[in-house]
């Protein structure tokens, strides 16, 4: 079975912790505590994200819902289940 792709979160955060890390290196401060937690969260964010990520993948947002209609936001608001649940069915 396949594992899912990362979040564009989760690839955000590894892309940053891995430039900051860099950054890091090209000044040689690499004896920092900072460094060192750096290091550690970029190793944490490398094991969610998966050794096998491709690099170009992720899980694209759901941002594509239909807005809820204006008539089942008043039958909510009245408790007419009914007409929630034939708008949901």
């Known amino acids: 079975r396949a ?5 564009k979160e989760m690839v955000n955060t590894l892309l940053m912790l891995r430039l900051r890390k860099k950054r890091l290196e090209d000044s040689n401060d690499t ?3 900072h ?4 290091c550690y969260f970029l190793k944490e964010a490398e094991e969610q994200v998966g050794a096998d ?3 170009v993948t992720v899980l694209e947002e759901e ?3 239909p807005p809820m209609p204006d008539y089942i936001r008043r039958a ?3 408790g007419d289940i009914g007409s929630v649940l034939r708008w949901i069915n």
């Open 3 to 7: 594992r899912i792709p990362p979040s």
């Open 31 to 33: 004896s920092s505590e």
């Open 35 to 38: 460094y060192h937690t750096i």
């Open 53 to 55: 990520w491709d690099g």
């Open 63 to 65: 941002n594509d819902k």
């Open 76 to 78: 909510i608001k009245k």
